[in-house]
């Protein structure tokens, strides 16, 4: 367990703050992003916000943020407004400031490597391919914090990786995503909740695959002769 910034000894009647929670939605601030792949991050925050009563317009930590309760535990909810590359900054700034350990701080973000309202919860890892948590894995200097992974697909043939994650999103494809939102504030909620094990085990999955309609019986019986005189 890593505490952000505590590099001294500290006396034995200090206590860290281990029943606060850092929550960061990745994304870039301004309507041009607002409903893309990218700021799925955002996306989740938003309904986790709108679920828990908390309002997240409060500017600090060069972000946005709302402090509320889940289950009787202390959460701020983050929203970096430094757009993606830089997001690390505010992720550092709020955890050192509520002194809160390494494990207590969730991040949720988009993922081009997991299918489209995949979900997937981790209790550490590398950043991936990811800008956002490069830069919040090197601003914290620790990997072992919780990330929500929402899934919107890789690229199609012939689809610029940067329309993918930034580009307009189809109406089908919106309503989908707003469906894995809601299942990622779920899983942010739960992993305060009821920990992250327990998390991981009931929201960890792959979008339900489509039922094949069964193929049409064939008949037995001769077709109508439509050359009738």
Known sequence: MVFFGKTQKKDKQEKFADDTFVIVGLGNPGKDYENTRHNMGFRALDVLASDTGIDVRRAKFHALIGQGKIAGKKVILVKPQTYMNNSGIAVREAAMYYDVPSCNVIVIYDDIDLPVASIRIRKSGGPGTHNGMKSVVQQLGVKDFARIRIGVGAAETGEDLVDRVIGKVPKSEQEI???????????????????IDTAMNRHNHAPAKKKKEPAPESSNEPAENDNKA
């Open 177 to 195: 995503l707003d469906k894995a939102a809601a299942e990622a504030a779920k899983a942010a909620y739960d992993i305060v909740a009821i920990g």
